[in-house]
């Protein structure tokens, strides 16, 4: 028994090894993923089945156990990939000859359009009280998110040293370290000039110089705090809808496909490896898709003649 242990533990070790080199996943990233693994190796354990001895009805059995303990459809997803990734690796390092997973399937995920905000919304989530000494910073934040369509962890990992400002772009580092280059609006570049006059009065920490966003003790923002803010503010100015951070994006993505820009170059500057994933974070509003069907579908057009 002891042997076995050892041995999952090393294949775990060496697993954790090969996202962190060769994936280059990031630390939340890697974290996530062996959460996920952690859910397989405790109901493995439960049923008394080897790592390496599973069955492709072994892992239907564990998909099953997920809903039954109240875990929703999108997660249960998000598991199975991990799990996938997984058994990729053992066969990949030599551990396996075949992959139990080949043939798992993941639950259905009902259809699903993000919440985004218009651009009038966005502007009532600008009107932050400017007497308060983080409004210009808040402004800014919001901005950014909008114009850029930054993720919230890249926002708040984002250094002075990736801005380009007088070439209206910045150099983002995203998931799996990747860097491409943004396009920023003037408008942004306006509300950042705004908030490095009040940040160049705090008390800034060592090694903390080059965040773009700190807070009021010179350290740089958390995911958390931005959450918490645009929430907030929503709250404050009266819009009803639920957001996140996230929001900001799917926003930032939709304006430009509204906009009549084309889909891989929004998927360029979202930083996607899949054209796929683009597709389902962004999507054309039901009044503006009305609109263009009735204005240029050819069964409509007779109506112009």
């Given at each position: 028994m002891e042997t076995a242990n050892n041995t999952l533990k090393n294949i775990v070790k060496a697993y954790?090894?090969?996202?962190r080199l060769q994936r280059n996943y990031s630390g939340n990233t890697l974290d996530a993923y062996l959460r996920d693994l952690d859910k397989l190796l405790v109901y493995l354990q439960g049923e008394g089945k080897d790592v390496l001895d599973v069955t492709l009805a072994d892992l239907q059995h564990f998909s099953a156990s997920l809903h039954d303990i109240g875990i929703g459809?999108?997660?249960q997803c998000r598991i199975l990939s991990g799990v996938r990734s997984f058994y990729r690796f053992l066969v990949l390092d030599g551990y396996l000859l075949d992959d139990p997973t080949e043939l798992l399937e993941s639950p259905v995920l009902p259809d699903h359009l993000p919440e985004v905000l218009t651009v009038e919304e966005i502007d009532r989530l600008e009107e932050?009280?400017?007497?308060?000494?983080?409004s210009h910073r808040n402004r800014a934040i919001v901005e950014v998110l909008f114009s850029c369509g930054l993720r919230v962890s890249e926002l708040v990992t984002l250094k002075i040293s990736q801005l380009f400002l007088d070439e209206q772009f910045l150099r983002v580092v995203g998931k799996g370290r990747k860097e491409r280059l943004v396009p920023i609006s003037s408008r942004a570049i306006r509300e950042l000039q705004?908030?490095?006059?009040?940040?160049?009065?705090l008390d800034i920490k060592p090694g903390e110089e080059d965040y773009v966003f700190l807070n009021r003790r010179g350290s740089h923002l958390t995911r958390t705090m931005i959450l918490i803010m645009i929430k907030r503010q929503a709250e404050a100015v009266g819009i009803q809808k639920t957001i996140s951070p996230h929001t900001l994006r799917h926003?930032?993505?939709?304006s430009l496909l509204e906009g009549g820009a084309d889909l891989r170059a929004i998927q360029a500057m979202l930083g996607h490896e899949s054209i796929g994933t683009t597709e389902i974070y962004t999507h054309i509003s039901t009044t503006t898709l009305r609109q263009e069907i009735l204005e240029h579908h050819p069964r409509n057009m007779y109506k112009k003649r």
């Open positions: 954790t090894r090969y996202l459809a999108r997660s932050f009280d400017m007497s308060k000494p983080e705004l908030w490095f006059v009040d940040r160049s009065r926003s930032f993505a939709t």
